[in-house]
């Protein structure tokens, strides 16, 4: 996703009740930093690149899965809340039927944290789900398992 700098840690971990995906932050865009600084909070999907994955169908994909009302967001979410793996794009179409606007966040926010969803993570930014190269970039307990912090 990106979003304005400031609006989330980098490479933060956060869970899209709308998508039922965990998504990391990873780039800025214009847009999420101008409507930041005016009090709005604004993320973009990503989910590919222009030259090599679809060109304006990717462009037009993520701006559909980008939505115009407000939806909830998860910080610190619990590690085994449900995903949909399905592709978002996929041979050329976007799946907007892989989008639940109507969710409610309150099912997803107990038992958070994002060591597991025990809460007990006491490094933020290098917790479960964080990107990692060696076992020096996790907190607490956690290693670097795949380019990512987690528990065996």
């Not at 996703?1 to 009740?17: D, F, H, I, R």
């Not at 907007?96 to 930014?125: A, H, I, L, M, R």
Request: charged fraction near 15%.
């Amino acid at each position: 996703m990106a979003t304005a700098p400031g609006e989330y840690n980098k490479c933060e971990v956060v869970y899209l009740p709308y998508l039922k995906k965990y998504v990391r932050f990873e780039d800025v865009c214009a847009q999420c930093t101008s409507d930041w600084s005016g009090g709005l909070a604004h993320i973009d999907m990503w989910i590919g690149s222009t030259t090599s994955n679809g060109g304006q169908n990717v462009v037009n994909c993520e701006n559909s899965l980008t939505p115009d009302q407000g939806q909830a967001v998860i910080r610190n979410p619990a590690s085994d809340l449900p995903v949909n793996s399905a592709e978002l794009f996929l041979s050329g179409r976007c799946h907007t039927e892989n989008v639940y606007k109507n969710q409610d966040p309150s099912q997803f926010c107990s038992g958070g944290g994002d060591n597991g969803g025990d809460g007990s993570c006491s490094w933020p930014g290098h917790c479960a789900g964080a990107s990692c190269s060696d076992v020096n970039d996790c907190s607490d307990d956690l290693i670097c398992l795949s380019g990512s912090c987690g528990s065996q």
